[in-house]
Every structure is written in structure tokens, then in C-alpha cells.
T-cell receptor, first 114, second 113 residues
Framework: DAGVIQSPRHEVTEMGQEVTLRCKPI?????LFWYRQTMMRGLELLIY????????DSGMPEDRFSAKMPNASFSTLKIQPSEPRDSAVYFC????????????FGPGTRLTVT | GESVGLHLPTLSVQEGDNSIINCAYS??????FIWYKQESGKGPQFIID?????DKRQGQRVTVLLNKTVKHLSLQIAATQPGDSAVYFC????????????FGSGTRLLVRP
């Protein structure tokens, strides 16, 4: 299995631009999580999905952030408009329901907003 | 005001020695705990987990100890190697059925050759 796939790996954009981060979970996993990691706040859960349905988006910072999961093999996290304080590493993780509870993380997208 | 970054505690050990990384968790209702390793530029990688009905679990060169009385978790790494240098995170599940994990702030392990 290829593991969780994220793209792009690095994104540099100017303040005010729209940014879209992409994630492909591990095949067969029905839970998908989006995290943000910064030196200031560590690893924070933004939102998670079960069977493509958003379950908890209480960690989404504000209305500029949105996430979708149109099918079981693809999810996006969009920031519009982006701000310098959004600069962070964004991780996607997935897991299967039942049994083992570990989440499998992707390599992350390093976002820099100038 | 000036922002202060998250200060990661650092553990420095000699190659070949044993390492012990500690973690205090917050929710007494948590019944599942997990350790992740994060190398520079990579995503967190699963190391070992433990459920609250156990107090010890062993893997390959790693052991996790759970003390529910004081809400303390530790990760022991035997014969630490340079490849073990990374940031280590503990996480708990909060004891609800949400499937979320709550991550600690992490400990940086440095292995001296």
C-alpha cells in the first residue's frame, strides 16, 4: 500500500490567494483527519470525516477554511483567502473503523503564505 | 506582544543507552494511548499503542508503560540508535467514541554518537 498521499508537498503563496491541499487516504480506511502543525500550537485536529461525511469541524480556525470529501479516496482542505498566520505543515491521516485505533499520517504539505 | 514558540523538551542520550520519554495525559476517561515518532520533514509514524486494561506492552526495542493512577505514560527505547533521533508524541483518545486523538506537545530525542 502506498500509504496516505498528500499534494503538494510544498506550497508558497501570497496573502489573499486561494490554497487547496489534497489528500488520498489509505484504501479501505473510512476515517480521514486533517491536522495542522505549528511550533506555536503543536499538532491540532482541524476536521475529520467518516464515510465521506464531516463529523467534527470544531477545530477549523475560521470561515476561511473549508474541507470536502467528495469520495472515499479523495479529500481537500481549502483556505480562501490565505493569510501569513496560516503558514504551517498540514497533515492528513486516515484509519479504519473498528479494531486498531492508530491513525496513519501522510508526509504533510508545508504551506508558506507571504 | 511577542509570541513565544512551543518549547520542546529535549532528551539527549548516548548511542547504545536506553531512553525513557515521559508523557502526562489529561483525561482520566481515556482508554487508548499511542506513541508516534516524527522525523524531520516527515509525518508522524506509529510506534506502539496500549489500552487502559494493560499497564505494559512491548514491541521491538520499545516498551510502553501506563500508570493510570497518576495519568502517566512512558516510552522506553532499548539500545538507542542514531536513527531514533526524532520528536516523539504521545496521544490519548479522550475516552469517548469520537475516534479523535489528542496529541501532547512532544519530546525531542537526540542520540549522541
Amino acid at each position: 500500500d502506498a500509504g496516505v498521499i498528500q499534494s503538494p508537498r510544498h506550497e508558497v503563496t501570497e496573502m489573499g490567494q486561494e490554497v487547496t491541499l489534497r489528500c488520498k487516504p489509505i484504501s479501505g480506511h473510512d476515517y480521514l483527519f486533517w491536522y495542522r502543525q505549528t511550533m506555536m500550537r503543536g499538532l491540532e485536529l482541524l476536521i475529520y470525516f467518516n464515510n465521506n461525511v464531516p463529523i467534527d469541524d470544531s477545530g477549523m480556525p475560521e470561515d476561511r477554511f473549508s474541507a470536502k470529501m467528495p469520495n472515499a479516496s479523495f479529500s481537500t482542505l481549502k483556505i480562501q483567502p490565505s493569510e501569513p498566520r496560516d503558514s504551517a505543515v498540514y497533515f492528513c491521516a486516515s484509519r479504519a473503523s473498528g479494531g486498531a485505533e492508530e491513525q496513519y499520517f501522510g508526509p504533510g504539505t508545508r504551506l508558506t503564505v507571504t | 506582544g511577542e509570541s513565544v514558540g512551543l518549547h520542546l523538551p529535549t532528551l539527549s542520550v548516548q548511542e547504545g543507552d536506553n531512553s525513557i520519554i515521559n508523557c502526562a495525559y489529561s483525561n482520566s476517561a481515556s482508554d487508548y494511548f499511542i506513541w508516534y515518532k516524527q522525523e524531520s520533514g516527515k509525518g508522524p509514524q506509529f510506534i506502539i499503542d496500549i489500552r487502559s486494561n494493560m499497564d505494559k506492552r512491548q514491541g521491538q526495542r520499545v516498551t510502553v508503560l501506563l500508570n493510570k493512577t497518576v495519568k502517566h505514560l512512558s516510552l522506553q527505547i532499548a539500545a538507542t540508535q542514531p536513527g531514533d533521533s526524532a520528536v516523539y508524541f504521545c496521544a490519548e483518545n479522550g475516552g469517548d467514541s469520537s475516534y479523535k486523538l489528542i496529541f501532547g506537545s512532544g519530546t525531542r530525542l537526540l542520540v549522541r554518537p
